[in-house]
């Protein structure tokens, strides 16, 4: 195996297992299109990064959290529905995200690597970063498990008995944030959000506890990078669309399963 | 044992410009079973949110009795189908005790639910579980937001029951929110009937001959009970609003 194979494969792990937990949060709370949503910003936060010459995974990070402070404001006013309000964020981000990076004359700008993922890019400082990354997202969420979950299930009842629930709901939020800026160079912004939510609902079917699921969807994400990687090397595809299409075929393959 | 778990005082809360709650005082004792009811709409339930700090009134004030603890029970409550959440693991997120655990569901009869998804709970049983969830924090004050919907005559009979047993057994307090007041009645030592503002409080009985509460619930409401005494002193425009007619000494506005 050779060596930028073996770092994007521990790179994919790292990501998979983060994915899995906070994919399954993602699932119960009906969030998938908010995290489309963030994923359409990060162009956005390329653009910044360009502009401030800053390193993109802190730009997309930062843009994903701006959007979704944006998005908490704009819910509490309540003039239109939250998918509604999530279509307007999402496509006006991107579009602006394109529109200034046609500004930029740059050879560094590749649109195509941005929107489906370059993992010929990933260096090894994308690798520690990944690993990094992934280690404190899957920190927090072990240690906010109880409150997170609590939340999930009856917010006012979460809120009743003490819980910082809008903190709470930030957290996610900047976790999710974060986990599309470092898988960007892996899966590209248009597929980010099949990373977290395709492994959960692969998992719903056979898991008994919220704990089960969120471990068993970090093991379908994982068996998904390696299969995807596996075979993106001799079949020459690109790497991210490959992955994703593994995670698809595994969930399919889900459903053989009989119900209990 | 009666000592006073909360006071609220003067309470008005407004949404876009309406009142939802107008100028509403009330007390909870110890050992005391409350019930609020309502039409829909009166202001039940953000009542209850007021009570519960989860709101902030534009007036008014709440006192606490220091060491309040407050068991809330929503109204049967939504899960997410992709969430499998066993009736164990909802409890040991409220409490690490196993064997409070165990006893809270033997107390309220849920004890065979114990490793069943919530998703497949009827109405009452998850209205058990959810009660057996409120005891585990060991509450002075009961906060009940209609406890008995989606569950048959028989069924809610026997929770008031077991709501009045627990209240002598552990001498809390029980604030109990309904629209439908038959059941409730038999167990509450006092009766709020809520629209808005208070319409009329006090013992079952009394309330059901005041004609606020007549007025609120019209003739239908009363034939069970066999009771009518057909004086209104007051009628309610579209908003809600109080229209006082002859005499306002037979309804406690506060």
Redesign the interface.
């Known amino acids: 195996m050779n060596h930028w194979l073996l770092d994007a494969w521990i790179a994919g792990v790292a990501l998979a297992a983060a994915c899995g937990p906070l994919g399954a949060f993602v ?4 969030m998938a299109y908010f995290g489309d949503t963030l994923a359409h910003s990060a162009l956005l936060g390329i653009s910044l990064a360009l502009f401030l010459d800053i390193h993109p995974a802190l730009a997309i990070t930062i843009a994903g959290l701006a959007l979704a402070i944006a998005l908490v404001g704009l819910q509490h006013r309540q003039t239109v529905a939250t998918d509604t309000l999530l279509g307007i964020l999402a496509h006006t981000s991107l579009a602006a995200g394109l529109v200034i990076l046609s500004f930029f004359d740059n050879p560094r700008v590749d649109l195509m690597a941005y929107l489906f993922g370059d993992l010929l890019a990933l260096d090894r400082t994308d690798v520690m970063l990944v690993l990094a990354g992934t280690a404190s997202v899957i920190a927090i969420i072990s240690g906010l498990w ?1 409150p997170l ?2 939340m ?3 917010e ?2 979460a ?3 003490g819980l910082p629930t809008t903190g709470l709901k930030l957290a996610l939020m900047a976790m999710i944030a974060l986990v599309v800026a470092l898988a960007m160079k892996m899966v590209g912004i248009l597929l980010i959000t099949a990373l977290l939510v395709i492994p ?2 692969t998992a ?1 079917g056979f ?4 704990g ?2 969120a471990i068993l969807a970090a093991a379908a994400g994982i068996l998904s990078v390696s299969a995807g990687l596996a075979a993106s090397l001799p079949l020459d595809t690109p790497a991210g669309p490959t992955i994703v299409t593994m995670a698809g075929l595994l969930y399919l393959l889900s459903l053989a399963k009989p119900a209990q | 044992m009666s000592s006073s778990l909360l006071h609220a005082h003067g309470l008005v809360y407004r949404q876009q410009g309406r009142v939802l709650i107008d100028h509403i005082s009330l007390s909870m004792n110890a050992g005391e079973i409350v019930s609020i009811i309502g039409p829909n709409g009166a202001g039940k339930t953000t009542l209850v ?1 007021l009570l ?3 709101l902030k009134a534009d007036d008014g004030s709440i006192e606490r009795a220091p060491g309040l603890r ?1 068991g ?1 029970m ?1 109204q049967r ?1 939504h ?2 189908p ?5 009736v164990s ?2 409890m040991r ?2 409490s690490r005790d196993q064997h409070a655990i165990t006893r809270a569901l033997q107390r309220t009869q849920a004890l065979a639910l114990h490793d069943t ?1 919530l998703q497949k709970l009827s109405g009452g049983e998850f209205q058990r579980v959810l009660l057996a969830r409120a005891l585990l ?1 060991q509450p002075n004050l009961l906060v009940l937001d209609e406890p008995a919907q989606g569950v048959d005559i028989k069924g809610q009979a026997a929770f008031y029951r077991l709501i009045a047993e627990l209240r002598d057994e552990l001498g809390c307090g029980v604030l109990l929110v309904s629209h439908d007041l038959h059941l409730v009645m038999a167990s509450s030592d006092r009766v709020i009937c809520l629209n808005q503002h208070i319409c009329c409080e006090g013992h079952p009985d009394a309330v059901s001959t005041n004609p606020a509460y007549l007025e609120l619930f019209g003739e239908p409401a009363l034939e069970g009970l066999g009771v009518y005494t057909h004086h209104h002193d007051h009628h309610h425009n579209l908003h809600g609003d109080a229209i006082p007619e002859h005499d306002h000494s037979r309804c406690s506005h506060s």
């Open positions: 699932v119960w709370r009906r109880r979950l609590a999930t299930i009856h006012e009842l809120r009743a008995e959960a609902a719903r898991s008994r506890s919220p089960q699921m | 949110r519960l700090g989860l407050i809330y929503p409550f899960v997410d992709n969430l499998p959440l066993p693991h909802l997120l409220a998804p924090r």
